[in-house]
RNA sequence: GGCCCAUUCGUCUAGUGGCCUAGGACACCGCCCUCUCACGGCGGCGGCACGGGUUCGAAUCCCGUAUGGGCCUCCA
């Protein structure tokens, strides 16, 4: 039999990242087996459901670059069905009414138990469970009935979730047993915890894709740093393709302790994507993110710049910072300047002559200049480089002067060697 | 409180009884490269929560303790 698995969020709120893994492990299983991965929107309570929130997880999950199958469906759709089968239960006498709820007879002996992908064996003792209510008094069904019918009547072959449903699954499995259905497998994966070692959720440390996205992680990235957070292919394999995931990612390898996000091991992750780009992707993906977060620079430029950061930055989201001097003036600290005002000028002169205005020229004038002063080269550009882009930190001095042009490169010269003496 | 889950370097992990004087990656520290910042190269620091068993032998199996997490909603 195929296998089909589902993610199933509630609209209540955006995806967060712990969810986000979820599905991608979800996904990932699907992708491997030759299966179907489908979209379910857990709307059984309409009075929190946020209407953007649904566009937002689909669109946070394209985004990502998880495609699921068929039609998105809404638990609210089968409404009907749940009252149908709340109430063949109640005639079996499998299920009773309870002051205008109906509730679903656990058993009171034995274990209910089952074999977890990710935990092994795992079972509870059947006088632990209490009776679940299936249809409230006001008539909509619950989770824990509506959610586990659905994934009889979707024939969900894999239910791989959040360990928080732990406790939720030996209801879940009496129910549907009680409706002559075969329960499916069942994976719990851990929780993502945030730096305070406390589980990622909505109501803590939320961190939704949408934030991932316009600090300018990039895509493909993102998924690989989040596969790591539970899962490994072997004792030394980081960097994987989507396709080397969806070919290498087992169930079986799935850790069950919790991890904690890492950051810093993120940002490493997204240089090393970015640095692998060819330049003309990297420089498509940079215009793309920079039109995405409103900056309207001109994009010959930006393309001109992109070679000059590929290698200095690890997130999009540095570049206005890191680059921003190409598009815009720069106000440099005078006290950065400091009676360096002699070698500011001194460059002033030097790169007037420079023709044709290009980086070999730029550099080759520039520690003509440093040689003459007898400055170290670290000496003598550092004025200049606070000059021109304002900062101590930057791209390729040269390169970066070129990209600004002679008449510009002057000007702010000019203008830093004024700054120095006031 | 009850039930359930988890516990290897600061972090993510490899490890399924001998290959482990525990391997890799991020972070950190040092050196090299160098126009800053990065990148890259080399080296270093650092861990099996604790206590009992089982076994010729335990990170690996069992029990207990501790710690963390989850659930115990007519929330999802």
Known sequence: MSVRVRMAPSPTGFLHIGNVRTALFNWLFARHEGGEFRLRIENTDTSREVAEATQQIQDSLRWLGLDWDGDVSFQLDRLADCADVARRLVEEGKAYEDEGAIRFRMPD?????????????IEFPNEQLEDLVLVRSDGRPTYNFASPMEDVWDAITHVIRGEDHISNTPKQINLI???????????????????????????HGSVTVDEFRHAGYYAPALMNFLVLLGWSYDDKTTIMSRDELIERFTLDRVVPSPATFDYEKLDWLNGVYL???????????????????????????IRRAAPIVQEKIERFGQFPDFAGFLFRDVEPDPALLDGRGPVVA????????????????????????????????????????????????????????????????????????ARSIA
């Open 346 to 417: 001194a460059a002033h002169d030097e790169l007037e002559r420079v023709d044709p205005f290009a980086a070999p020229e730029i550099e080759a004038a520039l520690r003509g200049l440093a040689e003459r002063l007898e400055l170290s080269p670290r000496k003598a550009f550092e004025p200049i480089r606070i000059a021109v882009t304002g900062s101590k930190v930057s791209p390729g001095l040269f390169e970066s002067i070129e990209l600004l042009g002679k008449e510009e490169t002057l000007r702010r010269l000019n203008a830093a060697v």
């Open 275 to 301: 640095r692998a780009l060819p330049a003309a992707a990297y420089a498509d993906e940079l215009v793309r993110f920079l039109r995405e977060e409103g900056y309207g620079w001109d994009e010959a430029l």
């Open 109 to 121: 002996e034995g274990v209910t138990a089952w074999e977890d992908a990710v935990r092994g064996r």
């Open 177 to 203: 047993r009680a409706v002559g259905a075969e329960p499916p497998s069942y994976a719990h994966v851990s929780h993502v915890l945030g730096a305070d070692g406390k589980s990622l959720s909505k109501r």
